[in-house]
């Protein structure tokens, strides 16, 4: 680890950045050019203190998951995010279509939805980064780990946890995550990880087993669908979904009709905010 490298790297990308390039509001004149270190703490979801001792040559060497965290919240390129790695005392992660790693461009694109929830999944239904009203409506699904990170695999391994869905719909979503999964089976990249997923899967779930036997396949997003929300209601929600080139990650946002009673529902989720939806519905996946 080389603590010097690593921490005038940090000090200089976060001088590089202005608020309105994260998603953050300007504020008051600022002295010092750049982001803020609590800012970026705040992006990278650790806390300010922590932050501030890699950028003073201290603390302990990071993670992968800390400098993954810091790749995004710096809008790091592959390139260098690749370099932070080995500054840091890493390998490298590998650079295929099973990264976790956001492009600057579709953190770009999120960064102004800021009226709409809106996050970005992988092919396994992995949430890597929401913004606020996503976590609103979905729940922090950041925070997962192991197995428990794919949204079809909480789907399957707590059916008891579906409320965000109406009972009406389940059926469609369990078969449109099972398709979804077939298609991830298929690519090379992820084929490893989706394997894991169907054979414990196929362990814990009969609805699952029974499901994958159709060989149905396709990355499915429906185009109109209703959300259930414990404080809020029923949500009327439009789907757009934007690909990488690689089809490895999706940028999934959901919109309301203009002036519509979902429009208000929404808007009232905004106010309410995170505060008391920390957790957020276990299961909750688009």
Known sequence: MDRAALADFLRRHREQLQP??????AGPRR??????????????TMSADYYTRLEQHRGPQPSTQMLAALARALRLTDDERDY?????????????AGSDHVSPGMLRVLDRLTD?????LTSLNETLVQNDLARALFGDQTSFTGL???????????PDDRGLYPPEAHERQSRSMVASLRAAHGMASTRARADRLVRELSRISPEFTA?????EVGRRFEAHKVLVHPEVGAIEVDCQVLFTEDGSQ?????????????????????VLGTQAFTAGPSV???
């Open 250 to 270: 999706t940028l999934l946002v959901l919109t309301a009709a203009p002036r519509s009673e979902a429009e208000g529902r929404l808007r009232l989720l905004s």
């Open 84 to 96: 932070l790695y080995r500054v840091a005392g890493h390998a490298a992660p590998d650079r295929d």
């Open 148 to 158: 428990e990170r794919s949204g079809i695999y909480r789907w399957f391994a707590h």
């Open 211 to 215: 499901l994958w036997a159709r060989h």
């Open 284 to 286: 909750g996946t688009a």
């Open 116 to 120: 709409s929830p809106a996050q970005v």
């Open 20 to 25: 309105q390039d994260v998603g953050l509001p």
């Open 31 to 44: 002295r010092a050019p750049g982001l803020r270190r609590e800012e970026v703490a705040q992006l990278a």
